[in-house]
């Protein structure tokens, strides 16, 4: 699906993608384990980013690391997503799944 408006001086046009139809959907922010990130970096990461506690960050990381992968946070897709592309600049392993 394209939408395209017109002005005297240019035409923009926005993608599927780029039109925001399921931002209110309910989902799921999931983190997997990889092999060359530091517990203490995923932790910071999930304090800073998520506001996750020191607590709820070391299990998170535990879990991660024991299960190949946790779910780090629940909301809304346009609250995760900002959240999954800073982690990602972070260099951790982020996916959004629908719930």
């Known amino acids: 699906m394209l939408y395209a408006s017109s002005t ?3 035409t ?4 599927e993608e780029d ?3 399921d931002s209110g959907t309910p989902a799921d ?9 530091t ?5 910071k990461s999930f304090e800073e980013i998520l506001g996750h506690t020191n607590a709820q960050s070391e299990q998170l990381a535990l879990l991660i690391h024991l299960k190949g992968k946790a779910t780090v946070k629940s909301a809304p897709k346009s609250e ?7 982690l990602v ?5 982020a996916v959004i799944e629908d719930r």
């Open 8 to 10: 005297d001086t240019d």
């Open 12 to 15: 923009e046009v926005l993608l």
């Open 19 to 21: 039109i925001d139809v």
């Open 29 to 37: 922010l999931i983190v997997y384990n990889d092999d060359h990130n």
């Open 39 to 43: 517990f203490n970096w995923v932790m």
């Open 80 to 86: 995760l997503r900002p959240k999954k592309e800073a």
């Open 89 to 93: 600049d972070r260099g951790l392993s």
